[in-house]
């Protein structure tokens, strides 16, 4: 396995940290990942470790503000700056993989941001794939902002403790008060208007020890793709790919991609 890092110049400048790794056999597909709310691009080793032995090249990204990227901590002007990162992004990696073909996995906020940028950029990607995301039925009330001075819960993340410690003693983690006019909230409002038009294939994955299941249910009953597939896993929670049945999660993810390649 081979792991590069890298940064490219994103929205107003702002240098945005990736990395990748690289499989030493022939490339089947990639996995561009977009990484959630407070976290960054590290923290996918059970993706990384799994599939890139299996021939996958995965690529990620430190959403500006996050990790090891430029940027106030956790904020921007505008929740479509992580989009035009994104597709910056895709650039670079679409350059060094011009006949392979490419699927997004957004995790959290990252999949609202996939979500976003599928509907822009539909044609460029062979699929779609959710974690820990969903969406709010049409008509509900928007998302509840916490209030001012809350931070994430650690324990919502996941069952196993060694992710909970590993994750509230990474530096690179922000686990300060989460700011009240994050973007994303009013971005959210966006998603149920946006996702009728995603027509590629999707697959939706999502803990059902939370909010998640439900919200990734809305997601699938709206999302306008024929090719979708929703997969919901009782009792585990928002991380999914870090929990300790992840590798039952690795496992159905493989087979989905296997059956799109």
Known sequence: MQHEES??????GLNIYYQKWLPSAKFKAVLLISHGFAEHSSRYANVVNH???KGYAVYALDHRGHGRSDGERVRTESFYDYVDDLKTFFNIVRQEMPDNKIYLVGHSMGSMIALLYTAKYQQELAGL??????MARPGDPPMPRRPAGDSLPSAMLSRDPSVIEAYENDPLVYRGPIPTDLALFSAASEIPEIVPR???PVLIMAGNGGPDGARSQILYEYIGSGDKTLK???ELLHEIFNEPEYPI???DL??????HL
């Open 232 to 234: 919901l896993y009782e």
């Open 51 to 53: 599939f890139v032995p």
């Open 129 to 134: 794939v959710t974690s820990g995301g969903g």
């Open 7 to 12: 940064s490219f110049k994103g929205l107003k």
């Open 249 to 251: 999660v690795m496992a």
């Open 254 to 259: 493989e087979q989905w991609l296997v059956a």
């Open 198 to 200: 995603i027509t590629i």
